[in-house]
């Protein structure tokens, strides 16, 4: 097997190709900018700038390094030019049933002070205000069947931000961003808050195909007469049952699920809707609002899109644990924003980049292998490869400087000698 320094110094070309490619018809500093994040946040598995001035190895003091990197992190916004870039890499692997998974997530900065446009969080869950810090927003195309994970936009955002018009208006500029690449392919699956009659009204005239979770105050019309979701879902007979294991905390659990569905309209528009009841997953009834055509799909089809969004939740959960996203300390909101982007632009380094040719498969497996040394490949693979990287750069300190050829004993000549 090769030695670990032959291994890194491909690792190092592919993620120099990859920064490369990123930062095409970007001036110079802006895409050297770009290498250099996306080695670090690799070679260090932080975004801290410390911990990626370090992983860089450069032959001069620390602090310069980190200065000149936090100097343009905050010089231009990235985030569009980055956003674009991963969407005409990734729009290719998405088809017609690839689930569009939007999530909604936010970093938590209690302690923070100066960084600029600090903003209230809420608990998704209480809907109360948490903390301050700053709300994400990502799309992932996902397979239902397969393990595939294409990451299509990144984005932090901050309500306190000059630009800012409402979380609406940032959730239908990441679709408006994405649709504008693949079209109408794909199913868009949202959770709560994915049923708000503004984002469902552009969803339906931009023809895009849907499944959103529903809360219960909605109301919905149905045999003519308007009433909540909630009532709808308690009287809908579920006479399709369906057995599911879910993993929780690492506890697995079988539940019983029993299903149904209704013919349902929004309030003032004609095209039909189904309402899917689930029943038996929690105390109350799960609601999914689609306008995909159950008689076709079947009601298993339904809910297994619905539950291909949980892998975009742990996408988010893999982003803030694997590259410790919480502990951002970039002050500037440009340079804030840049980072994230930048780590969901590794993200799609290791779900996508390595596995997109035989040699990079190749490269893929001996990475594992690094990663299995100290741990089994979880379920989520991006963990085992993150750590992989981690492992075989953690060893490489050279950094992305390039590697100095030795000088050769041997007389040489710059003429060449015809024969």
Known sequence: MENDSK????????????????????????????REIIYGIQASKDVKLSNISRALGEDIPLIKTETRLSRNAAKADLAEVVNQRLLEGGKTRIKEDTVLAIDIGDIDKPYARAMEYLALVRDGSTGENRSTGYWTIEVIGADVEGEELVPLYGELYSQEADDFVSE?????????????????RGIWAMDRGG?????????????????TRLRGDRHLECDWDKKRAAVLANKCPCTHERTIEIEKDGIRETKRLFLGSKRVYLPGYSEPLTLMVVKGYGERPLMLLTNLDVGKAGLDRILEIYLTRWKCEESYRFIKQGYNLEDIRLQSYTGLRNMVVLVQAVFYFVSVELGRKLKLNILLKKVYEKAKRFFEIPEFRQYA???????ILFSYRAGLREELLKPSP??????????
Do not use: M
């Not at 609406?168 to 109408?184: C, F, M, T, Y």
């Not at 049923?195 to 499944?211: A, C, N, P, S, W």
């Not at 041997?410 to 024969?419: C, E, M």
């Open 385 to 391: 490869i993150a750590d992989g990287i981690y492992r």
């Open 195 to 211: 049923d708000r009659g503004k984002l469902l009204e552009e969803i339906l005239e931009k023809g895009l195909k849907f499944v």
């Open 7 to 34: 291994i890194a110094g491909k690792i190092k070309a592919q993620i120099t190709r990859f920064g490369n490619w990123l930062g095409e018809g970007l001036k110079k500093p802006d895409k050297k900018f770009l």
């Open 168 to 184: 609406n208006r940032q959730i239908l500029k990441a679709i408006d961003a994405v649709v504008s690449h693949v079209g109408s």
């Open 410 to 419: 041997q007389l040489s000549f710059s003429f060449v000698t015809l024969t």
